[in-house]
């Protein structure tokens, strides 16, 4: 069984296993650690692997989106 990254130390370009409200499992790439971001619950930033490697090639920083950090796993 795959660890939340909650309980885990997460580093900014880890590849993640996302879990969306379906259920379904998705790889990511971690923009940030675990951040509360003012709301109940912390998030992890991500983004796909797409993003991530065309934004390194820009020299740029990837765009991402707020994950919860319970449906994030290594």
Request: charged share 30%.
């Amino acid at each position: 069984m795959m660890e939340p990254m909650s309980m885990v130390e997460v580093r900014p370009g880890d590849t993640v296993v996302v879990v969306n409200a379906f259920g379904q499992r998705d790889q990511r790439r971690a923009l940030s650690g675990v951040e509360l971001e003012g709301h109940d619950f912390p998030v992890i930033w991500v983004c796909s692997n797409d993003e991530w490697q065309l934004a390194t090639a820009e020299d740029r920083e990837p765009e991402g989106v707020p994950w919860p950090a319970d449906d994030v796993h290594r």
